[in-house]
């Protein structure tokens, strides 16, 4: 087959489907990489690193995706993007389906099979091609260094000639993968680390990593089967606000990763709770483009109120674009070879990995949420 590895166009996104060195791993079977022109210079990976590994460089976006019959993506295909698909072509990459209904109508009419990397079920035999999980890896990193450059003092402990400067104190809500790094990267840095999930599960893991977990009593249920935090009830929300709000006068920085799975983000830091926060905290809101864990986080803006800065951090992984193409490449390569583990075998819609992750096939919605909750929201494919 020809795989297609086009240049992303939404603003401000950095990275590229396939790197350099994993393109032997699909030339091996034979299959055929064509990369058009720039893909992947904003992840410090120019055209003749592509052209070395063995990838045929495209000139513009029309002509690859008129002779790719699989296409790898890392932002969901726009509309126009869908409609230069083959017809009965293949795509792999985020595809954000519930807010790209009119993108899922066009891959329909084009008969277009679709795979959605947010849609991977978390299972052990799909971690690697967990691409969620890849590049929360590098939010959580990068959150934290958000935060240092905003904040007014140093992270770590020191002890000078001028006197003791103490750590800061850095608050970690929610500790998936996103907080776990976040909290290694802050340990790093010499900071006191403090976290809370109301998972229990993660209790140990919290601790492994040296920082302090902030106990309450947990629900039973505070997780799905697939592994996703579920919503909780008001009762509980109010007794987290309180557990939340005992540690916020002590603290510098707050980083906020709780998402719930295709749903509105949870209210953690409520407007009042800000001003709980000492004069000069930073709060980083992962969770800004699913509407914020913070009531007064404004997506893709820094925003000042009580004299604490609040981050609405938005696509961090597109702040670094090399490690994190590295990452999110080897996912979608391994996505691919199960699904076509032999140059001329096809997919096994059995699997449950291909399964879960198929959103489009045969001109319609085959995952079953997916189309309910368009229908229920006047949508019809």
């Not at 329909?108 to 978390?122: G, H």
């Not at 391994?334 to 076509?340: G, P, Q, R, S």
Request: aromatic content about 6%; hydrophobic content about 45%.
């Amino acid at each position: 087959m020809k795989i297609g590895i086009p240049k992303e166009t939404q603003p401000g996104e950095t990275r590229v489907a396939l790197i350099p060195s994993n393109i032997s791993a699909l030339t091996r079977d034979k299959h055929e990489v064509l990369v058009e022109t720039g893909a992947g210079v904003s992840a410090a990976y120019p055209d003749d690193q592509f052209t070395a590994a063995g990838a045929k460089m495209m000139s513009n976006a029309k002509a690859l995706y008129e002779q790719a019959d699989v296409v790898f993506k890392v932002r969901p295909s726009t509309p126009q993007e869908a409609g230069m698909l083959k017809e009965g072509a293949s795509y792999l990459g985020f595809l954000a389906p519930l807010a790209n209904a009119e993108t899922l109508n066009v891959f329909c009419k084009r008969r277009v099979t679709s795979f959605s990397m947010e849609y991977i079920p978390r299972i052990t035999r799909a971690q690697s091609m967990d691409a969620l999980s890849s590049m929360a890896t590098v939010a959580g990193y990068k959150a934290v260094l958000l935060a240092t450059e905003r904040l007014g003092k140093m992270f770590p402990l020191m002890m000078t000639a001028a006197g003791t400067v103490p750590p800061a104190t850095v608050l970690i809500l929610g500790a998936g993968v996103a907080g776990l790094q976040a909290i290694a990267t802050a340990k790093r840095l010499g900071a006191k680390v403090e976290a809370f999930d109301p998972r229990p599960a993660v209790k140990e893991q919290v601790k492994s990593l040296g920082a302090t977990f902030i106990e309450m009593e947990m629900p039973k249920d505070a997780e799905t089967a697939g592994g996703y935090a579920k919503e909780l009830s008001p009762e509980f929300i109010k007794k987290e606000w309180e557990a939340i709000s005992a540690r916020l006068p002590s603290v510098h920085v707050v980083i906020t990763t709780a998402q719930v799975f295709g749903k509105k983000a949870p209210i953690l830091i409520t407007a009042d709770m800000v001003k709980l926060l000492r004069h000069g905290a930073v709060i980083v809101d992962l969770a800004a483009e699913q509407g914020g864990n913070c009531e007064l986080t404004v997506a893709g803006k820094t925003v000042e109120q009580h004299g604490v800065s609040i981050i609405g951090a938005v696509n961090l992984p597109a702040a670094i674009p090399t490690d994190a193409s590295l990452m999110y490449s080897k996912n979608i390569v391994n996505l691919f070879k199960l699904l076509y583990p032999k140059a001329d075998s096809a997919p096994d819609f059995n699997d449950e990995v291909i399964k879960g992750s198929c959103i489009t096939r045969n001109g319609e919605i085959v995952n079953e949420s997916i189309r309910t909750a368009l229908q229920q929201g006047g949508i019809r494919s």
